[in-house]
């Protein structure tokens, strides 16, 4: 009986997969996009900040879906209608950036979760999430370099060297894609598309001064933008668990 309930659940799984697929195609047919989404319960323990890019920015101030009371400062970036779900950001890779209005928790583990279209021109230019010590040097950010690989920092904090890329398995230039960085006391993992795409061994803290950024970081050589479009950012004060994260790109693909 337990095993026919198990297969019971993975086909009707399978069902609203592909129920899924078929709406997606129907909005790709006629351009338009999901609408506005809520997360399970589940994923909202422990959940800093969400931004879901539904409402125009108010006097250049893009507001927060959780809590509402976490604007983030528009910096050349341009708001569009039509992103992976209602609204989303746009950025040049040049100058544009959103600034967080508030400080992040200082936080042994991290999880950053986004929908991205990325349209970099130059390698460089595929910073989603920074939150860097401006007094130390020492830096936490996550981003793509060129389309087949992930950068990831977090070396604030004497003993902590995560300072390393991430290889993806197909290159994600000029379509929209799930990518979710978490971070623990001793491993960070990517995600891609709600599946492990692979892991660094090394330890790494958000813990220190906090100057929090989308579309804009440093990735040791310099200061890097984000060229291309970003939409549904969240970030928890928790590394989030493979099913959790898997939940999280069924609940918003």
Known sequence: ATILNEEIESLNLEIEKQKELIEDLELKATGKTRGQLDFPEVLKKDLVVRYDFDTPPDQNLISSKIPDDFPALVEFAEWIESGKHGGAMRFNGVDSQLRLSKTLPDSDELTVSAWVLYEAKIESNGAIFSDFDGRSGNDLMFGLVGGETVFVRADKGKGYNLFDSIALEENVVG???????????????????????????????????????????????????????????????????????????????
């Open 175 to 253: 379509q929209w894609h799930h990518l979710v960085w978490t971070l623990d006391s001793s491993r960070s993992n990517i995600y891609l598309n709600g599946r492990r795409a692979g892991s660094v061994p090394k330890k790494g803290s958000n813990n220190g001064y906090h100057n929090g950024f989308i579309g804009f970081g440093n990735n040791g050589k310099g200061w890097v933008h984000f060229e291309g479009v970003i939409d549904e950012l969240a970030i928890w004060s928790t590394d989030l668990s493979a099913s959790d994260i898997e939940r999280l790109y069924q609940a918003t693909r």
